[in-house]
């Protein structure tokens, strides 16, 4: 079983929608949790650690559901550039990666 | 500035040369980390360097060999290696090797091994 498991996609969506994302994870001892943003051809880049509060960044929404081990995204409004590949990265002793869900916003 | 630069950008090399690529960032973090990464498949971790010194590798092939010369840099020394290492190879920085912190990435290197 992978450490953590993302729908791949490709999630399909108007301009304007709401879409979400999930990602479960193994190991219930996992210290720290991120989505990541990563562009056709260039690095990741971090979008929002997620706290087990649930945290929330203008547009963008993240969850933790330690019980169920799993973490989402919230993407609202979506826009042209939200178009990427998201990653779900967890951190127990070092960073593992999801393999990604591809979101494709259509105008 | 939460900026890591990589150079070179692209690097085109045979299987019988030596080439280096270079990491430097200046945000003061101590742990310092290489991933390489394949087209549509999420970065995997190479090595990690935590306050210069080397503390994890993920039995990479010894043809390479990480290096940090300072708290700032990081380099990959490149040797015989094989067409498919080709991929783009990222290094990232966090504050420390602790749990919570984040990790940001340089631009990478797009390796192309003929």
């Known amino acids: 079983r992978k450490e953590v498991e993302q729908d791949p996609g490709p999630f399909n969506v108007p301009e304007g929608a709401t879409v979400a994302f999930n990602c479960t994870y193994s190991?219930?001892?996992?210290?720290?949790f991120f989505w990541y943003r990563q562009d056709c051809r260039k690095e990741p880049k971090l979008l929002m650690s997620?706290?087990?509060s649930g945290n929330e960044d203008g547009r963008f929404t993240a969850q933790l559901n330690r019980a169920s081990q799993y973490i989402s995204l919230l993407i609202r409004d979506s826009k042209l550039s939200d178009s990427a590949t998201y990653l779900c990265?967890?951190?127990?002793?070092?960073?593992?990666f999801g393999s990604g869900t591809k979101l494709n916003v259509k105008p | 500035d939460t900026e890591v630069t990589q150079t070179p950008k692209h690097l085109v090399m045979g299987m019988t040369n030596k080439k280096s690529l270079k990491c430097e960032q200046h945000?003061?973090?101590?742990?310092m980390y290489w991933y390489k990464q394949k087209a549509k498949k999420p970065p995997e971790l190479m090595f990690v360097?935590?306050?210069?010194?080397?503390?994890i590798n993920e039995s990479v092939p010894s043809r390479f060999s990480p290096e940090c010369p300072n708290s700032s840099l990081l380099n990959l020394h490149l040797h015989a290696l094989q067409p498919e290492d080709s991929a783009l190879y990222l290094c990232?920085?966090?504050?420390?090797?602790?749990?919570?912190?984040?990790?940001?990435f340089g631009p990478g290197t797009r390796l192309t091994v003929l």
């Open positions: 990232a920085s966090s504050q420390d090797g602790a749990s919570y912190n984040e990790q940001f």
């Open positions: 997620v706290y087990s």
């Open positions: 990265v967890v951190n127990f002793n070092k960073f593992y």
């Open positions: 360097y935590s306050y210069e010194k080397l503390s």
């Open positions: 190991n219930s001892a996992s210290q720290s």
């Open positions: 945000m003061g973090h101590r742990a």
